[in-house]
């Protein structure tokens, strides 16, 4: 079946630090992966997004690649800022689309 | 990109009382909608999947006499918490699928009811 499994958290860093949040899939056939960024209080907001092997999606300072091979699609960012402090769900979609299937979430606090 | 909204943002109600949700597509038509309820420091759990003009498919361990889902129209799906009891309090969370070239596969997710029962 699919399933996501996620680094979990929470996670504190200071401004400027490098981030990287682990996430390991299992799915058969093709799937979609996707960053998704929950900010306090409000709903699920898509980060970044890879539709095949190699890919690399990347949005506002952040980047994941669908790793094929290692079933990996780590989130990662150089230089974190105090406005990157929320919680972060790693996500697949099947083939179809019908359904996703979320990480539990890792937590982001970054200090100033 | 596609906007999806849910309406009321915020909703405070009496145990036994039932309460409805509305997750609309603003610029887009969704033939499907997904409903989802997640717990405090907890993952998203889907509910149940809303197709319009058919019967919603509900996932295992979820009442569908309690939480009754309708998409009577392309752009408008309702979640109808009924008899609602504290247990039921949570953040309801909705989302489309869009199916275009760039949009392959994804979903676009509403901003979230959080839903009180007192």
């Known amino acids: 079946g699919n399933s996501v499994t996620q680094m979990e958290g929470p996670v504190t860093l200071s401004e400027e630090a490098f981030l990287t949040i682990n996430c390991t899939y299992t799915?058969?056939?093709?799937?979609?992966l996707f960053w998704y960024v929950q900010y306090p209080g409000e709903g699920l907001q898509l980060l970044l997004k890879a539709t095949k092997a190699d890919d690399k999606g990347s949005n506002k300072g952040f980047e994941a690649t669908y790793r094929k091979e290692t079933t990996s699609f780590h989130l990662e960012k150089g230089s974190v800022q105090v406005s990157d402090s929320a919680v972060y769900f790693c996500a697949l979609s099947g083939q179809g689309g019908n359904q996703f299937y979320f990480g539990t979430g890792t937590s982001l606090t970054v200090i100033p | 990109g596609a906007v999806v909204s849910q309406h009321p943002s915020r909703v405070i109600c009496k145990s036994g009382t039932s309460v409805k949700i509305e997750c609309r597509s603003l610029?887009?038509?969704?033939?499907?909608m997904f409903w989802y309820r997640q717990f405090p420091k907890q993952s998203l759990m889907l509910m149940a999947t809303s197709n319009e003009g058919s019967k919603a498919t509900y996932e295992q361990g979820v009442e569908k006499d309690k939480f009754l889902i309708n998409h009577a129209s392309l752009t408008l799906s309702t979640l109808t918490v009924t008899s609602a009891h504290p247990e039921d309090s949570s953040f309801y969370i909705c989302s489309a699928r869009v199916h275009t070239r760039s949009s392959y596969n994804e979903q676009f997710f509403g901003p979230g009811t959080r839903l009180t029962v007192l």
């Open positions: 610029d887009f038509q969704a033939t499907t």
């Open positions: 799915a058969t056939g093709y799937p979609s």
